[in-house]
């Protein structure tokens, strides 16, 4: 009776020496259990293949993956644990072999990546060894094949050479081809190309989404190169496991070329106190886009002043900009063909200046010195008045002249005043030396040659008899009479 006994026991220890950790490969969701040997296939030089490996736990105890090792005692560089992709097992510093106290639970599951990453013709292979409770051994093989060859210009790119841009213009772009092509008997894979992610440099083209390349065909590479700043600029092109320096200079564009401008200028007359207008012409059509600029000047023909404020554009400054259109023979100011512009209040020269690209004109306007200008003339009778004025009676009369004198010289005014029948009236003309007066209103004044003159006038008798009035001015450049004033 002892030797059934005997047998259950032989039995059971026979049991727990069973593998209960198996390996599988997953491809495209589908689970495969593993042979001895894994095939990673073809692959072309300078590509890699990744293989998803799984360990799955069918006994009834959790068991610790202790052991990975891939290549040996002799390490291979074309096979490896991809740590990025399987980090549980590169914890810390990768070394090999790879251990670790990784726990596997009764039907649970333990994926790694293994990579294969041939480096020159020919099929290598390795071995992979894993304890999880039972051993397991693999040997991995692949073959290395011819890769991709980079063509520029129908020309074979040497591993490592310079992809040379030259001078490209800022804001610009140049686009070097490079060819991805297989000149092999069987479909080739493309190998990873990572985006440039920094300087100039960015990659199009249809070797970004390929990821075969048929026997005797291509898939493109656009390379290109858009400086946004002058001066050199570098980056490294990577193609699977060659890489390919780039460099590239940026330059100032060359300024655009437009046809020599003219100024035209239109005004009611050469005088002070006149609205004009500037409009830009060109020589021919223009052949380029760009901006111009019209600058304003000013130089006063008047003893002791500098400048007029009043002459400007129609903005208050003295620059205006304008643009040209290609196809264009006239500038635009803000899409108006002209602008407008004050030839102030003194006497003196306008300078305009245009500036278009490399291009100059310039004309002048010359205002010359003029007897004062009346612009407004109006009386009143019996005008109140503060008691503290000398003059102030309840029966006078009040004139206000409004004008401009460009020399700023008045030095004189006559008034003259008349009644209902056009006499005279009694002083007859009153002659007023103004030239002080008028100095010190002018050097105060930031209007430059406006002036408004206020003359009160005491009346003796019946103000009703004043009528009418006339004021003279006599400045620098002769005398001017008014109107006659009527209350």
């Known amino acids: 009776m002892s030797r059934p006994a005997l047998l259950c026991v032989l039995l059971a220890s026979a049991a727990s020496s069973f593998a209960q950790v198996t390996l599988s490969t997953v491809q495209g969701g589908v689970v495969t259990r593993a042979g001895q040997v894994y095939n990673f296939g073809s692959v072309a030089l300078g590509s890699v293949a990744d ?35 399987s980090p549980d097992l590169c914890a810390g510093t990768p070394s090999t072999p790879q251990t670790g106290t990784l726990l596997i639970n009764p039907t649970g599951t333990l994926d790694f990546t293994v990579q294969f ?11 992979m060894n894993i304890t999880a409770g039972n051993s397991i051994s693999v040997i991995l093989t692949g073959e290395g094949e011819p890769g991709l060859t980079v063509l520029r210009n129908n020309q ?56 075969t390349v048929a026997a005797g065909a291509s898939a493109e590479l656009d390379v290109i190169f858009t400086p946004t700043a002058t001066g050199s600029a ?80 129609a903005d208050g400054t003295r620059s205006a900009a304008f643009t040209v259109a290609v196809g264009a023979a006239a500038g635009q100011f803000s899409g108006n063909p002209s602008v407008s512009f004050g030839t102030g209040t003194t006497a003196g020269t306008l300078t305009f200046t245009v500036t278009l690209g490399t291009n100059t004109a310039q ?13 407004t003339a109006v009386a009143a009778r019996d005008v109140a008045c503060a008691p503290s004025i000398v003059y102030c009676t309840t029966t006078n009369v009040e004139l206000q002249v409004n004008g401009w004198d460009n020399t700023r010289s008045v030095s ?16 007859g003309a009153i002659t007023v030396a103004a030239a002080t007066a008028f100095e010190q209103y002018f050097a105060a004044s930031d209007l430059a040659g406006v002036f408004g003159l206020h003359a009160f006038f005491p009346v003796t008798g019946d103000s009703d008899q004043v009528v009418a009035a006339l004021v003279q001015l006599t400045n620098s450049a002769g005398t001017v009479e008014s109107a006659k004033i009527t209350f």
């Open 234 to 313: 570098q980056a490294t092109l990577t193609i699977g496991l060659l890489t390919y320096p780039l460099q590239g200079s940026g330059v100032s564009p060359p300024p655009p070329v437009f046809p020599a401008p003219a100024i035209q200028l239109t005004v009611p007359a050469t005088a002070s106190a006149q609205q004009g207008s500037l409009s830009i012409t060109l020589a021919s059509a223009s052949v380029s886009a760009g901006p111009g600029m019209v600058a304003l000047t000013f130089q006063s023909a008047v003893s002791g002043v500098t400048d007029d404020p009043t002459v400007t554009f």
């Open 412 to 427: 004189q005014v006559v008034f003259t005043f008349f009644d209902s029948s056009g006499d005279t009236l009694a002083p």
């Open 51 to 85: 293989v998803d490996f799984r360990l799955t736990n069918t006994g009834p105890n959790a068991v610790y993956l202790t052991y990975l090792n891939v290549n040996g005692a002799t390490p291979s560089p074309y096979f490896s644990v991809v740590c990025a992709l």
């Open 117 to 127: 990453e041939p480096l020159q013709v020919g099929s290598p292979n390795a071995p």
């Open 363 to 375: 004309t002048t306007l010359v205002v010359p010195a003029a007897v004062v200008a009346i612009d």
């Open 156 to 211: 074979p790119l040497g591993a490592g050479e310079t992809v040379t841009f030259g001078n490209v213009q800022v804001g610009s772009s140049q686009t070097i081809a490079l060819m991805l092509t297989n000149q092999t008997s069987a479909p080739l894979s493309v190998p990873t190309i990572p985006a440039l992610t920094t300087g100039p440099f960015t990659l199009a083209g249809s070797a970004l989404t390929a990821t």
